[in-house]
């Protein structure tokens, strides 16, 4: 997928994520995928064998049609299959508004979230950005029948990034620590960021950048090439792991939180499945995310091997 956003962000989905993001600029990695509007007719399953998820039942996992939707599906599948959990797995379903109407019928059981853009999904008008306070909501917001399971750290989200040499060269470890520098400063992002963002980071950090330029999908290459010094850029873009780039810590929460967390129907989970799902969670870092996510989108390594290799050296396989 490309970032115009990257197609992703369309129509009503897309107008809902944006909300929660910010911006609809990012690589062929993450953001909030599910806000593509149309869904793909081509879904893959394939049958695992073991025990029950719940009640006797498969457990179904599904994906949203984007690579690391389905690297994340493939993760939660092979995860519930090793702990004896009897599995289909439906990936490449489509959009956000087809995948959530499936898991309130039943049809599907687990689904990859990313937990900010599922609430601004469910309430365009939530004003949560901490994960607590995010996950709080969506307790509040989802029907009696879904849940979010345990959030990972994995965040596929807006940042502001720079080069390793910039962040070595100014000390730059956080958005804060721009202000001595950002006068200096050309960012970049998608055509809309600037007006998105510009005041709120004088608001929050007191941030003024020299130059504002509508970089898009070049803006992980902008930074690379010295064009631009700070860029909005994905935090699974595989581009930071390419390009060696720094996304900055964000301490104020200008960017909500979009922590990868797992949505099921209650029905089709027991005990044994949400404690393996739980345990992805609490290994799944958005580092790791991204350098899994290179392997996928960069070096065309296949979803479902990285997954299992993943899940192995965590222990989880």
């Avoid at 990859?112 to 609430?119: D, R």
């Avoid at 060269?169 to 520098?181: N, R």
């Avoid at 960012?187 to 608001?203: A, C, H, N, V, Y």
Wanted: net charge neutral.
């Amino acid at each position: 997928m490309s970032t115009s956003h990257r197609g992703r962000r369309a129509v009503i989905l897309g107008t809902l994520s944006a909300l929660a993001l910010g911006a609809t600029a990012c690589s062929s990695s993450g953001g909030d995928p599910l806000g593509a509007s149309t869904a793909s007719s081509g879904a893959s399953a394939t049958s695992g064998s073991g025990g029950s998820g719940g009640s006797g039942s498969t457990v179904v996992v599904g994906s949203a049609n984007f690579p690391e939707n389905v690297l994340l599906g493939s993760i939660y599948s092979q995860a519930l299959k090793a702990k004896g959990v009897k599995v289909e797995e439906k990936f490449n379903i489509g959009s956000r508004e087809v995948l959530y109407g499936q898991l309130q019928s039943g049809n599907l059981t687990v689904l990859p979230e990313y937990n900010g853009a599922l609430l601004a999904y469910l309430d365009a008008k939530a004003t949560a950005v901490t994960t607590q306070d995010v996950n709080a909501a969506l307790a509040k917001a989802l029907p009696s029948s879904l849940a979010v399971l345990d959030s990972s750290p994995a965040e596929d989200k807006d940042s502001l990034s720079v080069t390793q040499e910039s962040a070595d060269k100014y000390g730059l470890k956080s958005i804060a620590d721009l202000t001595a520098k950002a006068g200096e400063f050309t960012i970049g992002g998608p055509p809309e960021f600037k007006t998105r963002r510009e005041q709120q980071f004088k608001d929050v950090y007191g941030l003024t950048f020299k130059e504002w330029k509508p970089t898009g999908d070049t803006t992980a290459n902008a930074l690379k090439d010295g064009s631009i010094q700070v860029g909005n850029v994905f935090t699974t873009d595989p581009k930071i792991v390419q390009y060696k780039l720094v996304p900055l810590a964000d301490p104020k929460n200008v960017f909500g939180a979009q922590n990868v967390t797992p949505l099921v129907n209650k029905s089709g989970v027991d005990a044994k499945a949400t404690a393996a799902l739980n345990a992805v969670s609490a290994k799944l870092d958005t580092a790791g995310l991204t350098a899994l996510m290179k392997r996928v989108a960069v070096d065309k390594e296949d979803p479902s091997a990285v997954a299992k290799e993943w899940l192995k050296s965590n222990g989880l396989g």
